[in-house]
């Protein structure tokens, strides 16, 4: 088991790696995302009106235009880099200019998705004007009876699918989108974690001197740990040096379970250091999400987010 004479300077070191973390994270927190909000005319009333309300940014992180477009010429600003969006989100329904507005945001490499409510007519649509949009890009959201109790569930579903859409994007994009908005906080968060854990696993697997994977497991969890403070647009360094310490204690203890086990059968090392580093960083990155979600209470700010009509001014 690890002595206190272990445990001070890797802390120590922990803490260090936390303030370098921190500094790389600060950039990406004053980042602000151009999000493009395209709305047929037609597409199903009470989708809109949800999109509406949980779109409106509760940070400054991200500036949202909303377009609304229906059966006449599409024009947007897609060719200066100063105002072309970062991020685009389309509406549609039954428009014969959606297929237009795909190929310019296209065109301008802008990430999209598409939320078709009226996905047989958008399928055709896009099949008559020879549009080829990737399904994994497309969220159908089911036809419901008017006044339908279930409805609001539904619209949240859809956007649920959404945030992990969001989360497959760059860290750029998604880290201020979810910083922005909160339903978009798990499914990000989750990636994070998904993605530190792997990179622990195949830094475990690298090591095979016992111990010398500490270091850079504890970092990478550290790293995950701001990240997902980061997500709640909670301050980070000082304010952060409580959960440094828990996950620096828990890189400890995982490791004393290791050296317990493979000094009794030697042969599972690797194996389970594998495990156990994928393991603890999944467990860390759980916790650390859950111990967030119970200390944010989101409000939407209007005074400190943009939400403009398309061409209008903040």
Known sequence: MPNMMEIIPRAKSGLRALNAASSRYSGKRKATVRLLVCVD???DAGFVRHARRVLFPVSDKVDVEVAQYGDGPVTLNVHDKAARP???IVIAARSS???ELLAALRQAETPLALFATVPAALARQLDEDSVAQSLSDVIPVPELEAGGADAEDVYAACFEELAVWVAAQSADLRAPLAQAYPFMRRAVANE????AALANALVSAAFILPGSDLAPLT??????????AALFD???KTARLPEAFAVVLGGLGCRALVRLVTSRVPVVTVPLSVVVAFGATTAIGALALRYYEQRTDDAPDEAGCS??????AA
């Open 234 to 236: 909670l301050p980070l």
């Open 97 to 99: 200019c959606t297929g």
């Open 41 to 43: 005319k037609g597409a």
């Open 307 to 312: 939400i403009v009509p398309h061409g209008g």
């Open 219 to 228: 970092f990478n969890q550290i790293r995950l740990v701001v990240q997902i």
């Open 86 to 88: 970062s991020l685009a």
């Open 192 to 195: 994070c974690t998904r993605q």
